[in-house]
Protein backbone atom coordinates (compact mmCIF):
# COMPACT_ATOMS: atom_id res chain seq x y z
CA UNK A 1 0.00 0.00 0.00
CA UNK A 2 1.50 3.17 -0.87
CA UNK A 3 1.44 5.71 1.90
CA UNK A 4 0.60 9.83 1.52
CA UNK A 5 2.38 12.69 3.00
CA UNK A 6 1.24 15.85 4.94
CA UNK A 7 0.21 17.22 8.15
CA UNK A 8 -2.72 16.22 10.54
CA UNK A 9 -3.92 19.58 11.90
CA UNK A 10 -3.24 19.23 16.02
CA UNK A 11 -7.37 19.16 16.15
CA UNK A 12 -8.02 16.23 14.16
CA UNK A 13 -5.07 14.53 16.02
CA UNK A 14 -6.90 15.69 19.63
CA UNK A 15 -10.11 13.89 18.65
CA UNK A 16 -8.36 10.45 18.71
CA UNK A 17 -6.51 8.57 20.94
CA UNK A 18 -2.52 7.80 20.79
CA UNK A 19 -2.92 4.82 19.72
CA UNK A 20 -5.66 5.43 16.81
CA UNK A 21 -3.23 8.02 15.41
CA UNK A 22 0.11 6.00 15.82
CA UNK A 23 -1.96 2.64 14.30
CA UNK A 24 -2.98 5.10 11.12
CA UNK A 25 0.48 5.99 10.44
CA UNK A 26 1.20 2.48 10.13
CA UNK A 27 -1.74 1.63 8.07
CA UNK A 28 -2.06 4.44 6.00
CA UNK A 29 -4.84 5.92 6.74
CA UNK A 30 -3.24 8.89 7.94
CA UNK A 31 -0.48 10.26 6.01
CA UNK A 32 3.31 10.55 7.00
CA UNK A 33 4.98 13.99 7.94
CA UNK A 34 6.61 15.16 5.20
CA UNK A 35 10.44 14.36 6.48
CA UNK A 36 9.43 10.77 6.36
CA UNK A 37 9.48 11.15 2.38
CA UNK A 38 12.60 12.91 2.52
CA UNK A 39 14.85 10.55 4.75
CA UNK A 40 12.64 7.36 3.12
CA UNK A 41 11.82 6.16 6.33
CA UNK A 42 7.91 4.23 7.34
CA UNK A 43 6.42 3.76 10.71
CA UNK A 44 5.51 -0.38 10.52
CA UNK A 45 4.84 -1.46 13.37
CA UNK A 46 2.28 -0.45 16.65
CA UNK A 47 1.74 -2.06 19.38
CA UNK A 48 0.67 -0.41 23.29
CA UNK A 49 4.16 0.97 24.54
CA UNK A 50 5.83 -0.03 21.01
CA UNK A 51 6.70 1.87 17.93
CA UNK A 52 9.02 0.15 14.51
CA UNK A 53 10.28 2.32 11.89
CA UNK A 54 12.23 1.69 9.20
CA UNK A 55 14.43 3.15 6.58
CA UNK A 56 17.15 1.78 4.20
CA UNK A 57 20.85 3.33 4.55
CA UNK A 58 21.72 4.85 1.07
CA UNK A 59 24.30 7.07 -0.29
CA UNK A 60 21.91 10.03 -0.05
CA UNK A 61 22.45 9.77 3.82
CA UNK A 62 26.04 10.64 4.20
CA UNK A 63 28.25 12.55 6.08
CA UNK A 64 31.25 13.80 4.79
CA UNK A 65 33.13 11.32 6.61
CA UNK A 66 31.22 8.67 4.43
CA UNK A 67 29.26 7.38 7.16
CA UNK A 68 25.21 7.71 7.60
CA UNK A 69 24.28 10.77 9.32
CA UNK A 70 24.20 10.80 13.14
CA UNK A 71 20.65 12.84 12.27
CA UNK A 72 19.53 10.05 10.29
CA UNK A 73 19.70 8.16 13.46
CA UNK A 74 18.55 10.50 15.44
CA UNK A 75 15.29 10.78 13.53
CA UNK A 76 14.67 7.57 13.39
CA UNK A 77 15.40 6.96 17.04
CA UNK A 78 13.31 10.26 17.87
CA UNK A 79 10.26 9.33 15.82
CA UNK A 80 10.45 5.66 17.12
CA UNK A 81 10.18 6.45 21.30
CA UNK A 82 8.15 9.53 20.98
CA UNK A 83 5.63 7.19 18.87
CA UNK A 84 6.08 4.96 21.60
CA UNK A 85 4.69 7.03 23.87
CA UNK A 86 2.07 8.72 21.96
CA UNK A 87 0.65 5.06 21.86
CA UNK A 88 -0.20 5.37 25.99
CA UNK A 89 -1.83 8.89 25.37
CA UNK A 90 -5.31 9.04 25.81
CA UNK A 91 -7.82 11.06 23.78
CA UNK A 92 -7.76 15.25 23.84
CA UNK A 93 -3.78 15.05 24.52
CA UNK A 94 -0.60 15.26 22.38
CA UNK A 95 2.66 14.46 23.23
CA UNK A 96 6.70 16.17 22.35
CA UNK A 97 9.72 15.68 23.23
CA UNK A 98 11.56 17.82 25.85
CA UNK A 99 14.93 15.74 25.64
CA UNK A 100 16.74 12.78 23.89
CA UNK A 101 19.87 11.25 24.23
CA UNK A 102 21.49 9.19 21.55
CA UNK A 103 24.47 6.70 21.90
CA UNK A 104 26.12 5.52 18.94
CA UNK A 105 27.67 2.04 18.93
CA UNK A 106 29.12 1.83 15.56
CA UNK A 107 29.62 3.44 12.51
CA UNK A 108 26.73 3.41 10.03
CA UNK A 109 27.09 2.50 6.38
CA UNK A 110 25.61 2.89 3.36
CA UNK A 111 25.78 -0.97 2.75
CA UNK A 112 23.72 -1.23 6.19
CA UNK A 113 20.48 -2.45 4.56
CA UNK A 114 17.14 -2.19 5.99
CA UNK A 115 17.53 0.19 9.34
CA UNK A 116 15.27 -0.70 12.12
CA UNK A 117 14.41 1.74 15.02
CA UNK A 118 12.91 0.12 17.59
CA UNK A 119 10.54 2.24 20.98
CA UNK A 120 9.66 0.37 23.54
CA UNK A 121 8.30 2.89 26.57
CA UNK A 122 9.63 2.92 29.86
CA UNK A 123 7.13 4.59 31.94
CA UNK A 124 4.27 7.07 30.95
CA UNK A 125 2.57 9.28 33.48
CA UNK A 126 -0.36 11.85 33.13
CA UNK A 127 2.19 14.25 31.92
CA UNK A 128 5.73 12.78 31.61
CA UNK A 129 6.96 9.76 29.25
CA UNK A 130 10.19 7.86 28.96
CA UNK A 131 10.90 5.62 26.66
CA UNK A 132 14.23 3.96 24.90
CA UNK A 133 15.33 3.17 21.11
CA UNK A 134 17.53 0.52 19.73
CA UNK A 135 18.65 0.98 16.29
CA UNK A 136 20.15 -2.18 14.31
CA UNK A 137 21.19 -2.86 10.47
CA UNK A 138 19.32 -5.70 8.65
CA UNK A 139 21.90 -8.27 11.14
CA UNK A 140 20.52 -7.09 13.57
CA UNK A 141 23.58 -5.58 15.25
CA UNK A 142 22.73 -2.68 17.30
CA UNK A 143 24.02 0.50 15.89
CA UNK A 144 22.88 3.30 18.33
CA UNK A 145 20.65 3.45 21.61
CA UNK A 146 18.75 6.37 22.92
CA UNK A 147 16.34 7.33 25.49
CA UNK A 148 14.23 10.05 25.60
CA UNK A 149 11.26 12.53 27.92
CA UNK A 150 8.03 13.04 26.15
CA UNK A 151 5.83 15.83 27.58
CA UNK A 152 1.99 14.71 27.33
CA UNK A 153 -0.13 17.86 26.85
Sequence with gaps: MSKDFGIVPLAD???????????????????LNPLARTLGYDIVEA????????????????NPSGTIHGGVAAVLLDTCMGLAI???VERGKSSTTLEFKISFMRPISAEAGLLRAEGIVLTCGR????????LTDREGRLLAHGTTTCLIA
Aim: aromatic share 2%.
Design 13 to 31: QLTMAGMQFVQGLVDGSIP
Design 47 to 62: DDGRVVVTARASAEQL
Design 86 to 88: RTR
Design 127 to 134: RVGTAEGR
